[in-house]
């Protein structure tokens, strides 16, 4: 078995020492570990996890994301549209539930089968991490390697790999929001370049924009591109776990994360983290037109859902709904003077440019320059 102290230790002494992830069994004292001595982010699913860690990397960390080979299943939308297009490497931890001639639980039969295949799919190189500690202090060596190369790195971790690690007690993070207002008039329904237009005037050179996937993105990129801004181009729903882990590394920079109701939808306990772990340089928007823009206008399924109390009851410190864009920009500047985890919910008309384009740059060039302008 390994030594979990000298390891996590060696992996500190590597820098790795942002860590986030889901728990499982065979995990356990690694996380331990990590709760004990490092930054560990509770994520509410491991794709949110990778996410949080990519941000953490763009901030400068070097991240580690811990997960059950169930939850590979989860994080493969942003292992393939996140950290491929963008080059950002994350070192990964997954458990073998379900190995082949042990007896498990039935639900990891097949997860068991396939976990390398899929490592293998998605090209990310890995290896099984060795029970002895100096062959595994090698095979860290090895991960530190491709990390450098901007290539994620996975060890596949087998039933009993590590020695106990107590955890120590946890610091319960406990918050809860001072303030929200909720619709007291009828909304205004800018269109979407107007409102990225509004959103955009208030930046300075303390501010970086991430924009989710699809026309946000798109649309940003039409109303300025500049070295501050992050297009979203796949891992639908990861844009505010994104943020999250670049709010919390890079505590200096305003992170004004731009969100759509239909992305939201698809990851919406990220708003439970990002309550919980409080980031008061984070301003969380969502335009929200109820539709599925990108793909033909499709209805979401956003129209029984009140955001605002959403995010109020998931610990935002502020939660709002913002009825026009006059309210949206006064909304901005205060929060860039007062501060603290908040949410703006914005009602925006259907549709979008004609015409629209894409970005001219790439994913990993829009990461480069993000990357110096931040350094």
């Given at each position: 078995?390994?030594?979990?102290?000298?390891?996590?230790?060696?992996?500190?002494?590597?820098?790795?020492?942002?860590?986030?992830?889901?728990?499982?069994?065979?995990?356990?004292?690694?996380?331990?570990?990590?709760?004990?001595?490092?930054?560990?982010?509770?994520?509410?699913?491991?794709?949110?996890?990778?996410?949080?860690?990519?941000?953490?990397?763009?901030?400068?960390?070097?991240?580690?994301?811990?997960?059950?080979?169930?939850?590979?299943?989860?994080?493969?939308?942003?292992?393939?549209?996140?950290?491929?297009?963008?080059?950002?490497?994350?070192?990964?931890?997954?458990?073998?539930?379900?190995?082949?001639?042990?007896?498990?639980?039935?639900?990891?039969?097949?997860?068991?089968?396939?976990?390398?295949?899929?490592?293998?799919?998605?090209?990310?190189?890995?290896?099984?991490?060795?029970?002895?500690?100096?062959?595994?202090?090698?095979?860290?060596?090895?991960?530190?390697?491709?990390?450098?190369?901007?290539?994620p790195y996975f060890f596949v971790v087998k039933k009993g790999i590590f020695e106990s690690e107590k955890l120590k007690i946890e610091k319960q993070f406990i918050y809860k929001n001072k303030e929200k207002s909720e619709k007291?008039?009828?909304?205004?329904?800018?269109?979407?370049?107007?409102?990225?237009?509004?959103?955009?005037?208030?930046?300075?050179?303390?501010?970086?924009?991430?924009?989710?996937?699809?026309?946000?993105?798109?649309?940003?990129?039409?109303?300025?591109?500049?070295?501050?801004?992050?297009?979203?181009?796949?891992?639908?729903?990861?844009?505010?776990?994104?943020?999250?882990g670049l709010a919390l590394t890079r505590k200096e920079l305003d992170i004004v994360v731009i969100d759509g109701d239909g992305s939201l939808l698809m990851r919406m306990g990220s708003l439970a983290t990002n309550g919980c772990?409080?980031?008061?340089?984070?301003?969380?928007?969502?335009?929200?037109?109820?539709?599925?823009?990108?793909?033909?206008?499709?209805?979401?399924?956003?129209?029984?859902?009140?955001?605002?109390?959403?995010?109020?009851?998931?610990?935002?410190?502020?939660?709002?709904?913002?009825?026009?864009?006059?309210?949206?920009?006064?909304?901005?500047?205060?929060?860039?003077?007062?501060?603290?985890?908040?949410?703006?919910?914005?009602?925006?008309?259907?549709?979008?440019?004609?015409?629209?384009?894409?970005?001219?740059?790439?994913?990993?060039?829009?990461?480069?320059?993000?990357?110096?302008?931040?350094?």
């Amino acid at each position: 078995m390994l030594n979990t102290n000298k390891f996590g230790n060696e992996l500190k002494r590597l820098g790795f020492d942002f860590h986030s992830g889901v728990p499982c069994s065979f995990l356990t004292n690694l996380i331990n570990y990590a709760i004990n001595e490092c930054n560990y982010i509770a994520a509410a699913n491991e794709g949110d996890a990778v996410a949080i860690a990519s941000g953490a990397y763009l901030g400068g960390r070097k991240p580690v994301v811990l997960m059950q080979n169930s939850g590979l299943t989860n994080a493969v939308s942003p292992l393939t549209s996140l950290n491929y297009p963008f080059q950002i490497p994350v070192l990964g931890f997954v458990s073998l539930r379900g190995e082949p001639g042990l007896t498990d639980e039935p639900q990891h039969e097949l997860m068991g089968l396939i976990t390398t295949q899929m490592l293998d799919l998605m090209q990310i190189k890995w290896q099984f991490l060795s029970p002895d500690n100096s062959i595994a202090m090698k095979q860290l060596e090895i991960a530190n390697k491709w990390i450098e190369k901007k290539q994620p790195y996975f060890f596949v971790v087998k039933k009993g790999i590590f020695e106990s690690e107590k955890l120590k007690i946890e610091k319960q993070f406990i918050y809860k929001n001072k303030e929200k207002s909720e619709k007291i008039t009828a909304d205004a329904l800018p269109s979407r370049f107007d409102t990225l237009k509004v959103i955009n005037g208030c930046k300075d050179e303390n501010t970086v924009q991430l924009a989710t996937t699809g026309k946000t993105g798109r649309e940003l990129y039409e109303v300025e591109d500049c070295p501050n801004n992050l297009y979203m181009v796949g891992s639908m729903g990861c844009v505010s776990s994104f943020g999250l882990g670049l709010a919390l590394t890079r505590k200096e920079l305003d992170i004004v994360v731009i969100d759509g109701d239909g992305s939201l939808l698809m990851r919406m306990g990220s708003l439970a983290t990002n309550g919980c772990y409080q980031p008061e340089n984070m301003l969380h928007i969502l335009l929200d037109n109820q539709t599925h823009d990108s793909t033909g206008g499709q209805s979401t399924v956003a129209h029984n859902v009140n955001f605002v109390d959403i995010a109020a009851a998931c610990g935002y410190e502020k939660s709002s709904y913002i009825h026009s864009l006059d309210e949206l920009e006064n909304g901005i500047k205060e929060w860039k003077e007062t501060k603290g985890l908040t949410f703006l919910y914005v009602k925006i008309a259907k549709g979008s440019r004609q015409n629209l384009g894409r970005p001219r740059i790439s994913p990993s060039e829009v990461k480069t320059r993000l990357q110096r302008f931040i350094n």
